[in-house]
């Protein structure tokens, strides 16, 4: 299994972006995406998940109301629709894949990482 993440930027303050994670390899819908990030010396944290199978979704409560997590299956993309951006949104976000449907928001939990795409949200 192998993903892509891509889509990071510069923005200001307020505005929006939208994260893509590509994912080759996945053979069965049991499974669930999680989207992860890591600020300069703070530990990686969730911030979004997705189950492949039946779209249930989860956020961090940070990002609640702010951010939307979405899917699309004859893509096999996942997206993360960030609005409302704020400074403190500012790190490397990481798309994560593991097998079974949980979602879970320890990174540990993860076995299949994409490479990161950075976000940083200026003033």
């Known amino acids: 299994v192998q993903l892509q993440a891509s889509g990071g930027g510069l923005v200001q303050a307020g505005g929006s972006l939208r994260l893509s994670c590509v994912t080759s390899?996945?053979?069965?819908?049991?499974?669930?995406t999680g989207w992860f990030r890591q600020a300069p010396g703070k530990d990686r944290e969730f911030v979004a998940g997705i189950r492949w199978s039946g779209g249930n979704r989860y956020y961090a409560d940070s990002v609640k109301g702010r951010f939307t997590i979405s899917k699309d299956s004859f893509k096999s993309t996942v997206y993360l629709q960030m609005n409302n951006l704020k400074l403190e949104d500012t790190a490397v976000y990481y798309c994560?894949?593991?097998?079974?449907?949980?979602?879970?928001?320890?990174?540990?939990?993860?076995?299949?990482w994409g490479q990161g795409t950075l976000v940083t949200v200026s003033s």
């Open positions: 390899g996945r053979t069965s819908n049991d499974a669930a």
């Open positions: 994560a894949l593991r097998w079974g449907s949980t979602v879970h928001q320890t990174p540990q939990r993860y076995s299949f």
